[in-house]
């Protein structure tokens, strides 16, 4: 396998961390970014640093906040500076937010789009100058069911920042793929155990609001407990991050634009299957097929 130089967002938890590490321990050479890692991160920077030597890999903390451009930007550098240029970006970066709909401000919401939409943004402007100047590499997105599958109420805010991300994913790969750059988004499924996504999920300030909804307590209150009844006993994140390493493995040009890890049956395979299929037939009517897929060069 071709060692590639891949820069990964929101690595300090959960699925981030994991793919990481294992693509690290792969023969990559990987920067684990995250935010303030020498403020409130800097012990999961060291405990980074610890694996790296303990393993002999190349896995690097790196400091990247995806809520402000120039900390993407000097990311991205970083990078290029000291590895010569960079092959894949893994758009990871996140966070849940758990309660009903009307109790979080625009604001709040806003913050949601923030973290979750616009920081990807961030992260393309600062990494595809020098993907486009290379003419090649991989935006790898990690999305969710919840764009296509059924998923609880009481995520409102989540769902819909997903589902703008996963538009902006689809737009961009026909937008960047003249350039020889792939694009591939890996969509996990529930995952409530073995990461931090459901109990570090954020709340409504507004109280009183969130409170009008007691007679949803049964449902609200349990969201984590009922997709927990519904996983089987072997889902494991650690499947996102082995699928990951599969894809950055493969052949350039092999690289499939969707890849589905879902242990709890949601429905979005199924979904997707008819989206993709109306997706790539609607490209190919307007005349844009070879949009589809990345120039690569030979």
């Known amino acids: 396998m071709p060692k590639q ?40 920077a060291a405990e980074l640093r610890a694996l790296a030597a303990a393993r002999n890999i190349q896995l690097h903390p790196l400091e990247l906040d995806v809520l402000s451009q120039a900390s993407a930007d000097a990311a991205a550098a970083t990078v290029v500076r000291e590895q010569g ?7 990871n970066a996140g966070h849940l937010v758990v309660g009903p709909t009307e109790a979080f401000t625009p604001d709040e919401i806003a913050k949601v789009f923030d973290t979750n939409v616009l920081g990807a943004q961030r992260v393309n402007r600062a990494v595809l100058p020098y993907l486009r100047k290379q003419e090649s590499g991989l935006m790898l997105w990690i999305g969710s069911t919840t764009t296509k599958g059924g998923f609880p109420p009481f995520m409102g805010p989540y769902g819909a920042a997903k589902a703008a991300m996963d538009s902006l994913a689809v737009t961009l790969a026909y937008e960047i793929a003249r350039f020889g750059i792939e694009t591939s988004i890996v969509v996990p499924g529930a995952f409530t155990r073995g990461t931090d996504h459901f109990p570090s999920a954020g ?17 609200m ?78």
């Open 221 to 298: 209150d349990q969201i984590g407990d009922r997709l927990s009844a519904l996983t089987p006993d072997n889902a494991d994140p650690q499947a996102v991050a082995d699928e990951i390493v599969r894809i950055v493995g493969l052949p350039t040009g092999t690289r499939p634009m969707r890849s589905l890890i879902d242990f709890v049956g949601d429905g979005a395979a199924e979904v997707f299957e008819v989206s993709e299929r109306v997706r790539i037939a609607f490209a190919k009517r307007i005349g844009m097929g070879d949009l589809l897929e990345a120039k690569v060069r030979r």
């Open 203 to 219: 709340k409504p300030a507004d109280a009183a609001t969130a409170a009008a909804y007691a007679r949803y307590d049964g449902v």
């Open 85 to 91: 240029h960079l092959d894949v970006v893994m758009q």
């Open 5 to 44: 130089i891949i820069l990964v967002t929101g690595a300090g938890t959960g699925i981030g961390k994991l793919s990481a590490q294992s693509l690290a321990e792969a023969g990559h050479v990987v920067y684990a970014s995250m935010r303030d890692i020498a403020g409130r991160n800097a012990g999961r």
